[in-house]
């Protein structure tokens, strides 16, 4: 990853660190990435909700894990950012797992 993905992925995770996306629901957490994201000047594309397996989950509340695709700006790069869902005193929390990116 070259250092401008490093420091754009660098300033996404902080915003993830700083304001923890938590919700009463798995489905309100794609939300709540999704405006985080936003905020970083990405574009959300496709989410995904996988199971324990990372294979597509029956439905959000069965679901471990959640894969973001984005779009930064004009870059024709698809970003990817993957979370762990953690499940704690009736509340669910997005857990930062990595980033890459897919160079075209």
Same mark, same amino acid.
């Given at each position: 990853?070259?250092a401008?993905i490093? +420091?754009l992925?660098?300033?996404v995770?902080?915003?993830?660190?700083?304001e923890?996306?938590v919700a009463?629901s798995?489905?309100?957490l794609g939300?709540?990435?999704k405006s985080?994201?936003?905020?970083?000047g990405?574009e959300?594309r496709?989410l995904?909700y +996988?199971?324990?397996n !990372?294979?597509?989950?029956?439905?959000?509340?069965?679901a471990?894990?959640l894969r973001?695709?984005a779009k930064?700006?004009?870059s024709?790069?698809?970003?990817i950012?993957?979370f762990?869902?953690?499940?704690?005193?009736g509340k669910?929390?997005?857990?930062? +797992?990595q980033?890459? !990116?897919?160079?075209?």
């Open positions: 990853m070259s401008e490093s +420091l992925h660098g300033r995770k902080e915003a993830f660190d700083k923890p996306c009463d798995p489905g309100q939300d709540c990435a985080r994201l936003a905020s970083a990405f959300a496709e995904a +996988l199971d324990a !990372v294979d597509p989950a029956d439905s959000p509340e069965r471990r894990f973001i695709e930064y700006g004009e024709p790069d698809k970003h950012f993957t762990a869902i953690l499940k704690s005193a669910y929390k997005l857990l930062w +797992l980033s890459a !990116v897919a160079t075209k």
